[in-house]
């Protein structure tokens, strides 16, 4: 059973930055060829897709969030991180790494406000 623990989150005014990590463990006899996900959900919504990246390198994002986030991943690690720039209040909410099938992590808290 594998396990993904984030970290990262906190308060930071718009504009600021914050960088999310995602940790794996437990039974992980492949990852590297495994994609990753970044989702989100804000109070009152659906969980979105936040950004994925696959095995090979290949990212994708969120039309909100193109051009201010970058995902990018450390196979040696079992680490995945979410690079967030020029953050916007909407950007609030609870950011959740994913690993298909079934994995979640409990996720962590980013909230954009002066």
């Known amino acids: 059973q594998v396990q993904l623990v984030e970290s990262g989150g906190g308060l930071v005014q718009p504009g600021g930055s914050l960088r999310l990590s995602c940790s794996a463990s437990?039974?992980?006899?492949?990852?590297?060829?495994?994609?990753w996900y970044w989702y989100r959900q804000a109070p009152g919504k659906e969980r979105e897709l936040v950004a994925s990246?696959?095995?090979?390198?290949?990212?994708n994002y969120a039309d909100s969030v193109k051009g201010r986030f970058t995902i990018s991943r450390d196979n040696a690690k079992n680490t995945m991180y979410l690079q967030m720039n020029s953050l916007k209040p909407e950007d609030t909410a609870v950011y959740y790494c994913?690993?298909?099938?079934?994995?979640w992590g409990q996720g962590t808290q980013v909230t954009v406000s002066s």
């Open positions: 994913h690993l298909p099938p079934d994995a």
């Open positions: 437990g039974i992980i006899f492949s990852i590297k060829n495994m994609d």
């Open positions: 990246i696959s095995s090979r390198g290949y990212t």
